[in-house]
């Protein structure tokens, strides 16, 4: 069961915080999804394949510690 | 949670965050100055006469409306003139900045400036020190703006505009790299309190009960107040430091001529210097400062602020780094090898040099570097987890309603205080795995930091002016450069061998 917020209370959060900081617009309304140029999409590949490079290196050192 | 049914919404016109926020009623809002720069622009339509959301409902959170209390000390603050107001603006504004460089103290680190005292005394390293903590404040000012900016955090900005695997990779790799180091903050915590006979079950369950006992406040503002309280005890470096009745004029040499490095550029020092660069700035710290600014509150206003507490923060972290390796500077020039040393044993080699007195010191701050950095750190997981996620994620949310993020901060650090009590657990391999891990996680958190805050959709006018990201990206290179490499001599040592040095 929800409580009625206090007209102060309403009128101290819709003063006070930016309407970007109340939660349920934080909620219900996100970021977009940017459009990665061509250099950017370059980008993220390379940094998948470091990714796998990466993973690639804890589990060895991993499996070196555990040897 | 709280409704207002009857209350008109400052309704959302567009998906785009450009325009993601709609005007609201301008007598409604906070008086703002022509020149203030926003990070997102505000449509111009008056949301209370949009038919498309008349009638759409708000609702309201504890978590607003705790936020709402603190930003109206804030505002009235601000609008009062003197130099008291402004002494309590800088009071109530500062705090994410701080905690985060002096949370980077953390149990490991100051070992590490302890060790590096000890081998190398008062030389090359103490500017080379500064320098680091300079380059960590180029980084974490551009988490300030971000959040500031944004009101978002760190893993949701990722996600929401690079996609979900972005954002989970981002998440889980913090999580993982964030459990390993609060292994080591629990290690350094019970050797701290090793030093006065605590056992280490006792060690470890008190600090994970002062951990516990900081959340139950359920209010951003007073848990800040709590932390930053503890964070201070990092400089209790500082009269160890100086019972050991150090040369000044030989610190002040160093800081200007970068001399002496004994034994000059070897292998061994390179790595060193490598390590320390590459350690400079940590995943987790990206991650909890811009989280924390947006828990807080900050606004595009507050942006000044926030430079000045990050500043500040490295500051006082550069003191307190600085004055451990000054402690350890007499075991260097008594020619004592410190190589293995552990928090209790530093102390032990220290007391015939700063007295029993100076030694409780040095492991008290020990324990209390562990301690801080243990709390900000699974904080920063249990922010992620809750951004990426979509739970509820606020220090200001009672347990009830923030289920999810109590509890993925209270598990974690939990699960690192059982893994360092279990008998015969390599504790030391663990230490080598978290830098491994710290150092290749930093890459693509560098990147994604660095392309967010020249986002211009979501940055607005507060993009980096172009002499900020040469800088920045200058200081981007050095770290995943000096990371790399200190990643490649771990698993490979010859690789950097057959590169030079002595």
């Not at chain 2, 601000?78 to 107001?85: D, E, I, S, W």
């Not at chain 2, 507060?462 to 290179?477: K, Q, R």
């Given at each position: 069961m929800s409580a009625e917020v206090s007209r102060e209370e309403l009128t101290s959060v819709m003063t006070a915080l930016e309407p970007d900081q109340i939660v349920f617009t934080k909620e219900h309304h996100h970021c977009p999804r940017r459009r990665l140029t061509r250099n950017e999409m370059l980008l993220f590949w390379a940094l998948r394949i470091y990714l796998v490079f990466m993973v690639g290196v804890v589990v060895y050192q991993i499996w070196t510690g555990v040897r | 949670m709280y409704t207002c049914a009857n209350y008109p919404t400052s309704g959302i016109v567009s998906r785009s965050l450009s325009h993601c926020v709609d005007g609201m009623n301008d007598s409604m809002k906070e008086p703002k100055t022509a020149s203030e720069p926003r990070g997102v622009a505000l449509a111009q339509s008056n949301v209370l006469n949009d038919p498309r959301t008349s009638g759409d409902n708000v609702v309201i959170t504890h978590e607003d409306i705790d936020r709402a209390h603190d930003r109206e000390r804030v505002s009235e603050t601000?609008?009062?003139?003197?130099?008291?107001?402004r002494l309590r603006l800088f009071w109530l504004l500062i705090g994410p900045g701080i905690l985060v460089m002096l949370g980077e103290n953390d149990g490991p680190s100051m070992l590490s400036y302890a060790a590096t005292g000890a081998r190398f005394g008062i030389g090359f390293f103490v500017p080379f020190i500064v320098l680091t903590f300079a380059m960590a404040c180029v980084v974490q000012e551009m988490t300030v703006r971000l959040g500031a900016a944004t009101h978002r955090g760190h893993a949701?900005?990722?996600?929401?505009?690079?996609?979900?695997?972005?954002?989970?990779?981002?998440?889980?790799?913090l999580m993982v790299g964030n459990f390993l180091t609060l292994v080591t903050e629990f290690i350094a915590i019970r050797a701290g309190l090793g030093f006065f006979g605590v056992r280490p079950a006792v060690a470890v369950l008190s600090a994970l009960l002062v951990l516990s006992v900081a959340l139950m406040t359920h209010r951003y503002w007073t848990w800040e107040r709590i932390i930053l309280g503890a964070a201070m005890f990092n400089l209790v470096f500082v009269p160890v430091a100086l019972l050991t009745h150090p040369h000044w004029g030989t610190v002040g040499r160093a800081l200007v001529t970068w001399r002496p490095l004994p034994g000059g550029l070897t292998q061994e020092t390179v790595l060193v210097l490598l390590a320390d660069i590459g350690a400079t700035v940590t995943p987790w710290m990206l991650f909890f400062q811009q989280s924390a600014i947006a828990d807080k509150g900050l606004t595009t206003r507050d942006i000044r602020f926030g430079r000045v507490d990050t500043v500040l923060g490295a500051a006082l972290a550069t003191v307190a780094a600085l004055a451990t390796m000054?402690?350890?500077a007499p075991l260097f020039m008594h020619h004592m090898s410190a190589a293995n040393f552990e928090a209790a044993e530093f102390a032990q080699a220290l007391q015939p040099f700063i007295g029993h007195w100076g030694a409780a010191l040095f492991a008290l701050g020990i324990f209390e570097a562990g301690m801080v950095a243990a709390i900000t750190i699974s904080t920063s997981s249990a922010y992620a987890f809750g951004e990426v996620a979509r739970r509820p994620h606020s220090l200001n949310l009672p347990f009830k309603q923030g289920r999810a993020f109590y509890l993925v901060l209270l598990l974690e650090a939990a699960a690192a205080a059982g893994l360092v009590l279990i008998p015969g657990i390599p504790l030391v391999y663990i230490v080598l795995l978290v830098n491994v891990i710290a150092v290749l996680a930093m890459p693509p958190a560098l990147l994604f930091l660095y392309m967010l805050v020249n986002d211009r959709e979501i940055m607005g006018k507060?993009?980096?002016?172009?002499?900020?990201?040469?800088?920045?990206?200058?200081?981007?290179?050095v770290l995943i450069g000096a990371g790399l490499l200190f990643g490649i001599s771990v698993i490979a040592p010859h690789a950097l061998a057959l590169v030079g040095g002595k």
């Open positions: - | 601000r609008a009062r003139r003197g130099f008291r107001p949701e900005l990722i996600f929401d505009r690079f996609g979900p695997f972005w954002g989970w990779f981002s998440m889980i790799d000054i402690a350890t507060l993009v980096s002016p172009l002499w900020a990201n040469v800088l920045a990206l200058g200081v981007v290179i």
